[in-house]
């Protein structure tokens, strides 16, 4: 069965799929609990599993996980800022949006946090990253900016100055970054998301 495991890879998957692979054996739950005993499997919340990367021969995907642990979501914020090098501080915590309650969990492999957001804003600015056998939903740069600073009280850009302040000296980002950025996912955020004004400013800068 462990060849079985292996052909699972690093997506997460319930206790259902898990003791399927058992057919033969009556108390298939079982048989998860002996498996996660013996770290082959990893308990990421109740009913969802990982395999281990020892049996699946793959990596773990925190982005993959933080799809599956608490859906829909999307990778965003600081961590898609980093995953992008677009920021130079690391990130310790997986932080995602959601349409649900804003969550977070403690994992084996991690700290996971989400944040509620509008669902007429959830779609603008997220692309599927695409893996060698698997893919993950993150946010665009300039959705991870949006988000960010829209999930970040004390931030209220409404002088271009406070744009560079921001950039530069807070989140540590090169203005010739975000000079690169598409306007118009910021355009589209502006029009529906959180702290418009702070995005409007934003756009200023970058048509300046």
Known sequence: ??????HI???????SAIASLFTNIEA????VRSLE????????KKGLYV???????????TELIANHLYAPSYVSMQTALRYYG?????????????????????TPVGRFEYKNMA????????????????????????KALCDLIANSPKVNLRYL????????EDIRMEIDDFRNMDISIFERYAQVGKKSKSIETLIKYLRK
Request: glycine share 4%; net charge negative.
């Open 28 to 31: 298939g739950n079982q048989k």
């Open 86 to 106: 677009l920021i130079p501080e690391a990130v310790y915590t997986t932080q995602s949006m959601t349409l649900k309650h804003s969550r977070s969990f403690d």
């Open 161 to 168: 100055k406070d744009v560079e302040n921001y950039l530069e």
């Open 119 to 142: 669902r007429e804003a959830f779609s603008i600015g997220v692309t599927s990253v695409n893996m060698q056998s698997y893919a993950f939903l993150m946010a665009t740069p300039e």
């Open 1 to 6: 069965m462990t060849m079985d495991l292996e």
């Open 37 to 44: 005993a013996a770290h082959k499997i990893i308990r990421l």
């Open 9 to 15: 890879g690093n997506i997460p998957v319930s206790t």
């Open 51 to 61: 395999v281990a990367p020892n049996v699946s021969r793959v990596a773990l995907s």
